[in-house]
């Protein structure tokens, strides 16, 4: 039982830090098994394949680069929404291995809603602070973004009741920082309302 908690708690903390960036879990992950740190569930032994780590990293790099700048970063979030949740999905069973005892259905599932809802949440905080910063806040968000996905990623493998507690702080941080931006929406556009003749 106490395994089963422990694979479930790494799966979705690995799945929330795929929905704010997609590749850096995934690489964390495959390098991981790749140096025999950890064991994936089958058939995810895939991610340890040079190849496949070696496109992950050429994504991710992409994902770096791109996310930073405030005319790409819209067209990386839209494909975002489609990549999170599949890696989320990936990752969860990825993690559960021989000792959880979860139907895989469920565990993907649980996955693709850890991974799109923290991704939907990013992405509908990104265009507040584009506006509200005049896209120069975007840089400084992504990299706090891909910090918290990194650090989140290895927590959810090394200590998986941290990354529980993370994932609560989280939550809170987010829903605290949603409710900011979009006051400050409002007040942007009640401004803009004021301004017009």
């Given at each position: 039982?106490?395994?089963?908690?422990?694979?479930?708690?790494?799966?979705?903390?690995?799945?929330?830090a795929a929905g704010l960036n997609a590749f850096l879990p995934l690489?964390?992950?495959?390098?991981?098994?790749?140096?025999?740190?950890?064991?994936?569930?089958?058939?995810?032994?895939?991610?340890?394949?040079?190849?496949?780590?070696?496109?992950?990293?050429?994504?991710?790099?992409?994902?770096?680069?791109?996310?930073?700048?405030?005319?790409?970063?819209?067209?990386?979030?839209?494909?975002?929404?489609?990549?999170?949740?599949?890696?989320?999905?990936?990752?969860?069973?990825?993690?559960?291995?021989?000792?959880?005892?979860?139907?895989?259905?469920?565990?993907?599932?649980?996955?693709?809603?850890?991974?799109?809802?923290?991704?939907?949440?990013?992405?509908?905080?990104?265009?507040?602070?584009?506006?509200?910063?005049?896209?120069?806040?975007?840089?400084?968000?992504?990299?706090?973004?891909?910090?918290?996905?990194?650090?989140?990623?290895?927590?959810?493998?090394?200590?998986?009741?941290?990354?529980?507690?993370?994932?609560?702080?989280?939550?809170?941080?987010?829903?605290?920082?949603?409710?900011r931006a979009a006051q400050i929406w409002d007040e942007g556009r009640?401004?803009?309302?004021?301004?017009?003749?």
């Amino acid at each position: 039982m106490i395994a089963t908690l422990i694979a479930l708690a790494t799966g979705l903390g690995l799945s929330t830090a795929a929905g704010l960036n997609a590749f850096l879990p995934l690489l964390t992950v495959g390098i991981l098994a790749r140096l025999g740190l950890i064991e994936l569930a089958a058939p995810f032994g895939l991610l340890t394949h040079p190849l496949v780590l070696l496109i992950i990293a050429a994504l991710a790099a992409l994902d770096f680069v791109g996310d930073k700048l405030p005319a790409v970063d819209s067209a990386l979030h839209a494909f975002g929404m489609i990549i999170a949740p599949v890696a989320g999905a990936i990752l969860a069973l990825a993690a559960q291995g021989d000792v959880a005892h979860i139907h895989p259905v469920v565990v993907a599932l649980a996955g693709v809603v850890a991974a799109g809802g923290t991704h939907l949440a990013r992405t509908a905080v990104r265009p507040v602070v584009t506006t509200a910063t005049a896209g120069t806040g975007n840089p400084v968000l992504s990299l706090a973004e891909d910090g918290v996905a990194l650090a989140l990623s290895l927590l959810a493998i090394l200590a998986p009741a941290l990354a529980v507690i993370l994932l609560a702080i989280l939550a809170v941080v987010c829903v605290r920082v949603f409710r900011r931006a979009a006051q400050i929406w409002d007040e942007g556009r009640s401004n803009a309302a004021l301004l017009r003749p």
